[in-house]
């Protein structure tokens, strides 16, 4: 009886495994067509000053609809572009549309997200600054995200790295903080604007006192350095009472809005406010 069940888990687990490459196989395929088939969109999510509500930014954040498969996620797709050559095809696409958007919003400014082999190709500071020149915006627009893993493996390229997009004007904001492997003595090191909080502890707040003393060390971290911090996955209003009690200069997350056409970002972008608060209804539905 045991040997059968354990042959049963094993055919289960070669059944998953195969489904798992098959799923693998096909994105690799179709994602190289996804492109000029005209399946990728982008979508906007506010971040907001926390005390004001005030709308700052956009996260912008890719969107996949295969036309014959349906909606894959960026958690699923990305990090397999980004073991291809893909991902620089896909990034560029992605930073060109989230610049474009730019010209719509009175001043708010747009956080485009960048895998670290984006981060890390030849002469990224001079790809971004021509691709902010073509689109005719100001550096200062232009928040670039990356996570630890980008920085960290190769910490003084970063660090220079780092340095001349903030020298050029560039705003950047480490993501997924807390999740990745850095050490606090190395952080003081980088160029940094903001720290954004991971979801994952912002989700534990209500629960767990360790959550919450997570979050409170983070935000410490940020302001004994001098950076913002942006508390990303908000959907509560028990999640702001504290965020805002502990000193979480910025939000993002469903309380505000879901991730909103370009359309609706620019309206939103010029109305300023949002949220329960709200201009655009929380409710536009992520398409
Ligand atoms: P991320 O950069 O940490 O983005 C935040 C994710 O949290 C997004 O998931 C967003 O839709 C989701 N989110 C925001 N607020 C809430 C909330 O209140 N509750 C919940 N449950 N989720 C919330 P999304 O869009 O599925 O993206 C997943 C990840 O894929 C991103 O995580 C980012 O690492 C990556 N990604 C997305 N777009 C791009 C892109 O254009 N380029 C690159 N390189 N990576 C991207
Ligand atoms: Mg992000
Ligand atoms: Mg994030
Ligand atoms: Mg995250």
């Given at each position: 009886e045991a040997k059968r069940s354990g042959r049963n888990a094993a055919r289960l687990f070669d059944e998953s495994l195969d489904e798992?490459?098959?799923?693998?196989r096909q994105i690799e395929s179709n994602l190289s067509q996804a492109i000029a088939r005209?399946?990728?969109s982008m979508l906007f999510?506010?971040?907001?000053?926390?005390?004001?509500?005030?709308?700052?930014g956009f996260e912008a954040l890719l969107r996949w609809h295969a036309v014959a498969g349906g909606p894959i996620s960026p958690a699923a797709f990305i990090p397999i572009a980004e073991e291809s050559n893909l991902i620089h095809e896909l990034g560029d696409w992605v930073l060109a549309r989230s610049l474009a958007v730019l010209k719509d919003w009175p001043g708010q400014y747009v956080s485009v997200n960048f895998s670290p082999r984006?981060?890390?190709?030849h002469n990224f500071v001079g790809y971004v600054m021509e691709q902010v020149q073509r689109a005719n915006v100001a550096p200062s627009r232009l928040q670039i995200e990356i996570t630890e893993t980008a920085i960290f493996d190769d910490a003084e390229r970063a660090a220079d790295t780092m340095y001349r997009l903030r020298q050029m004007g560039f705003r950047i904001a480490l993501?997924?903080?807390?999740t990745g492997y850095s050490s606090l003595y190395?952080?003081?090191?980088?160029?940094?604007?903001?720290l954004k909080i991971d979801r994952s502890f912002i989700d534990g707040m209500m629960r767990e006192r360790e959550s919450v003393a997570i979050v409170h060390s983070i935000i410490h971290l940020g302001q004994a350095l001098g950076l913002g911090v942006i508390a990303e996955g908000v959907e509560t209003d028990g999640q702001v009472a504290m965020l805002r009690a502990a000193g979480?200069?910025?939000l993002q997350g469903y309380l505000f809005a879901v991730p909103i056409t370009a359309e609706h970002a620019a309206a939103l972008a010029k109305s300023g406010i949002t949220g329960v608060y709200a201009a655009v209804p929380s409710t536009v539905a992520e398409s």
């Open positions: 798992g490459i098959r799923l693998r005209d399946e990728l999510q506010p971040i907001v000053a926390t005390d004001t509500f005030e709308v700052v984006q981060f890390r190709r993501d997924d903080f807390g190395n952080i003081r090191k980088f160029a940094l604007d903001s979480a200069s910025h």
